[in-house]
């Protein structure tokens, strides 16, 4: 691993928030109070094991876009993920992404609508949200947030025997000797990522303990959820979203394998036949990290979409 390093164009102002009783921080870039109807505030919401710092590389190119240059943007980590509070429960749940976007959004753009980028889970959550709070939003764009292989009820008593297995055990995270170490792990995850994309990142990913680099996560998140992903249930939300959608993927995402044919990509086309209003665009020679691998192009696609 080199040493070169990567200084952010646009560094972000780091803000805590209280939210449902949890500490949350948030990294904001530009005044929110300057946001507008035409130009509204940008929330972006990072994936699962990911932080907020994440969507830094993007908001560098975002910078240089026409209409982007002094445009309010704010990313949060999520609950138990970057510098937010862990939740202090044995297992976290969906839903609470939902309430705290939600809080977050009537305390920074109250009775507003804002602009939503969402990468992976965090696409997900958006989805849901964009048809839970149809009037707070109006643009999404997920990003690599395919959703889950459809569960059925039988599968129910398996998952919750599983669950409650995994609460007796510790949740453990692997820690780490280096800042160059943890570098190195986010490059075996991606092997697109720039080296010095990885180093900067590792220093929001993790964080020293003890001589030790711990990840910047709450154990507990690798505690599977017992609760059933219900087609049927996300399909209501997808039929109410108001807003323009943008799906963006990578053309070398391997996020369909790890489901063994349980769920592929052509299952994923028909189930985005709901949203009313989406356009589906596909990033070359990117991947799952569409957001690290081809930052400058996601920009692009970011300012067309969300400009005027």
Same mark, same amino acid.
């Given at each position: 691993m080199s040493t070169i390093d990567y200084s952010p164009a646009w560094p972000a102002a780091s803000r805590y928030?209280?939210?449902?009783?949890?500490?949350?921080?948030?990294?904001?870039?530009?005044d929110p109070a300057r946001a507008t109807p035409e130009a509204p505030l940008v929330v972006m919401v990072h994936g699962w094991m990911d932080v907020a710092a994440s969507f830094q590389f993007m908001v560098d190119a975002l910078r240089a876009q026409a209409g982007f240059a002094d445009r309010p943007i704010v990313a949060v980590d999520w609950r138990g993920f970057g510098l937010s509070d862990a939740s202090g429960a044995d297992s976290y749940w969906f839903s609470d992404y939902l309430a705290d976007l939600d809080f977050l959004l009537d305390e920074l753009a109250p009775g507003q609508a804002i602009d939503l980028i969402g990468h992976s889970m965090g696409g997900n959550v958006s989805m849901l949200y964009a048809g839970l709070r149809p009037q707070r939003v109006r643009k999404l764009i997920n990003v690599e947030g395919f959703g889950m292989p459809a569960m059925e009820p039988e599968e129910a008593p398996e998952?919750?025997?599983?669950?409650l297995e995994e609460l007796k055990q510790p949740a453990r995270m692997k820690d780490y000797a280096s800042l160059?170490?943890?570098?190195?792990?986010?490059?075996?995850?991606?092997?697109?990522?720039?080296?010095?994309?990885?180093?900067?990142?590792?220093s929001h990913w993790a964080r020293e303990v003890n001589g030790r680099w711990v990840i910047n996560a709450d154990?507990?998140?690798?505690?599977p959820q017992p609760l059933l992903y219900r087609w049927p249930e996300v399909r209501v939300f997808f039929r109410r979203i108001a807003a323009p959608v943008l799906f963006i993927e990578g053309d070398q995402t391997l996020y369909f394998l790890y489901?063994?044919?349980?769920?592929?990509?052509? !299952? @994923? +086309?028909?189930?985005?036949?709901e949203v009313p209003q989406l356009t589906l665009h596909t990033v070359r020679d990117a991947g799952h990290m569409t957001h690290h691998d081809q930052p400058e192009e996601l920009a692009r696609l970011v300012a !067309? @979409? +969300?400009?005027?």
């Open positions: 928030t209280d939210l449902r009783g949890l500490r949350h921080h948030l990294l904001v870039w530009g998952r919750y025997e599983k669950w160059p170490a943890v570098a190195d792990r986010l490059r075996q995850n991606n092997p697109r990522l720039r080296e010095d994309f990885a180093l900067w990142l590792a154990p507990a998140h690798k505690r489901f063994s044919g349980k769920y592929g990509r052509d !299952e @994923f +086309l028909e189930r985005i036949r !067309e @979409f +969300l400009g005027p």
